[in-house]
């Protein structure tokens, strides 16, 4: 028995594994082209584990697709591979309309090919999950109600647009052919080995290395913040669960604006590594030209996965931001491996 997980060595896909094998033997074939962000030393505890394969391809490689389902013979695919990030959507959003659009396509058109070949049993036990996001949906109003399954997709990025195409490819498999798919739209990830693009581990780096910590516009923008290893709980939930053809939003109902964030990230810093001058890294904000098309708010309404699933997040924002900048403090030389040149000029283009 198997599960292939695509882009295994990313931030969240990473962190599935470790969870998925603190508790299982099963194999986990690991497909990741290793892109900028993509990253093997979060997976170095299992250099030597057997029941941890790595192959390095592109789900845009329906060659290498179709030998890895054919070589292992997968119960279930999780499919976490997508460029991620709006910021680099806005600058260059041909990669993203590559991997998120046309790499899903080659994934499930490869994989309905290797299911119509199962026998009846192992067809009606295998998944599909596709791993979404909230940003889908569009943006709320202050007062409106969170993101409910039945809204309607009204995505206002490059980056959000190219994850609704995929959800809605996902859901056309399943509808035309049958294929058992199951899709999940989850709200802001945080926590250990999280790309330091992404708002919460950029503050942490930008405060320890004396740096601006940019703000986007009036920083009231508000995101629901979900520790990453309450989302994996719920994947295995779906994956163990769910009923193919649905689709399950996964929130932490943790809604925050972007300055509650950096200065809550501030206090904890300022408790366990104070600034050497003795002020507060608050001193170190710095409000920045918005960027285009920025939506105001995203909220997840998480009842229907709780009610037919049995999930609901564990950790509260506090106890999982605490978590978190212990982490990056605990792991600066991660870090430091993984800036390179080329972030330093992006962060530098992106916030300037």
Same mark, same amino acid.
């Given at each position: 028995?198997?599960?292939?997980?695509?882009?295994?060595?990313?931030?969240?896909?990473?962190?599935? /594994?470790?969870?998925?094998?603190?508790?299982?033997?099963?194999?986990?074939?690991?497909?990741?082209?290793?892109?900028?962000?993509?990253?093997?030393?979060?997976?170095?505890?299992?250099?030597?584990?057997?029941?941890?394969?790595?192959?390095?391809?592109?789900?845009?490689?329906?060659?290498? /697709?179709?030998?890895?389902?054919?070589?292992?013979?997968?119960?279930?695919?999780? &499919?976490?591979?997508?460029?991620?990030?709006?910021?680099?959507?806005?600058?260059?959003?041909?990669?993203?309309?590559?991997?998120?659009?046309?790499?899903?396509? &080659?994934?499930?058109?490869?994989?309905?090919?290797?299911?119509?070949?199962?026998?009846?049993?192992?067809?009606?036990?295998?998944?599909?999950?596709?791993?979404?996001?909230?940003?889908?949906?569009?943006?709320?109003?202050?007062?409106?109600?969170?993101?409910?399954?039945?809204?309607? *997709?009204?995505?206002?990025?490059?980056?959000?647009?190219?994850?609704?195409?995929?959800?809605?490819?996902?859901?056309?498999?399943?509808?035309? *052919?049958?294929?058992?798919?199951?899709?999940?739209?989850?709200?802001?990830? *945080?926590?250990?080995?999280?790309?330091?693009?992404?708002?919460?581990?950029?503050?942490?780096?930008?405060?320890?290395?004396?740096?601006?910590?940019?703000?986007?516009?009036?920083?009231?923008?508000?995101?629901?913040?979900?520790?990453?290893?309450?989302?994996?709980?719920?994947?295995?939930?779906?994956?163990?669960?769910?009923?193919?053809?649905?689709?399950?939003?996964?929130?932490?109902?943790?809604?925050?604006?972007?300055?509650?964030?950096?200065?809550?990230?501030?206090?904890?810093?300022?408790?366990?590594?104070?600034?050497?001058?003795?002020?507060?890294?608050?001193?170190? /904000?710095?409000?920045?030209?918005?960027?285009?098309?920025?939506?105001?708010?995203?909220?997840? &309404?998480?009842?229907? /996965?709780?009610?037919?699933?049995?999930?609901?997040?564990?950790?509260?924002?506090?106890?999982?931001?605490?978590?978190?900048?212990?982490?990056?403090?605990?792991?600066?030389?991660?870090?430091?491996?993984?800036?390179?040149?080329? *972030?330093?000029?992006?962060?530098?283009?992106?916030?300037?």
């Amino acid at each position: 028995m198997a599960i292939l997980i695509t882009g295994g060595a990313g931030f969240i896909g990473s962190n599935f /594994i470790i969870d998925w094998l603190e508790t299982s033997n099963e194999l986990v074939i690991n497909l990741d082209k290793l892109s900028y962000a993509g990253n093997l030393e979060n997976l170095s505890c299992f250099d030597n584990d057997t029941r941890h394969k790595f192959i390095q391809g592109d789900i845009c490689d329906r060659a290498t /697709i179709s030998s890895v389902l054919n070589t292992y013979h997968p119960r279930a695919i999780l &499919n976490f591979a997508a460029e991620s990030h709006v910021d680099r959507s806005i600058h260059g959003p041909e990669d993203f309309i590559q991997t998120n659009i046309l790499g899903t396509f &080659n994934l499930l058109d490869e994989t309905r090919k290797f299911w119509d070949k199962l026998d009846q049993t192992n067809k009606n036990d295998f998944v599909f999950l596709h791993v979404s996001t909230d940003e889908v949906y569009g943006t709320l109003k202050a007062h409106d109600p969170a993101f409910c399954e039945s809204n309607r *997709y009204e995505p206002n990025s490059p980056y959000s647009a190219s994850k609704a195409s995929s959800d809605h490819l996902v859901r056309s498999y399943h509808h035309t *052919y049958g294929l058992p798919t199951i899709i999940t739209n989850c709200s802001n990830n *945080y926590g250990a080995f999280q790309f330091p693009e992404k708002l919460i581990p950029l503050i942490i780096h930008n405060a320890l290395s004396n740096k601006p910590l940019p703000i986007y516009g009036d920083g009231q923008q508000i995101r629901d913040w979900l520790y990453v290893s309450d989302h994996c709980r719920a994947l295995k939930l779906a994956l163990q669960s769910g009923t193919p053809g649905e689709v399950y939003n996964i929130g932490g109902l943790n809604e925050k604006t972007n300055l509650e964030i950096v200065e809550k990230i501030c206090h904890i810093l300022d408790s366990k590594l104070p600034r050497t001058d003795g002020l507060s890294y608050k001193e170190q /904000i710095q409000f920045v030209e918005d960027r285009p098309g920025h939506d105001r708010r995203y909220a997840v &309404n998480a009842d229907k /996965i709780q009610k037919e699933l049995k999930w609901s997040p564990q950790e509260s924002f506090e106890s999982g931001i605490e978590k978190t900048v212990q982490w990056y403090l605990d792991n600066q030389l991660w870090v430091s491996r993984i800036i390179s040149g080329d *972030y330093r000029d992006w962060v530098k283009r992106q916030y300037a």
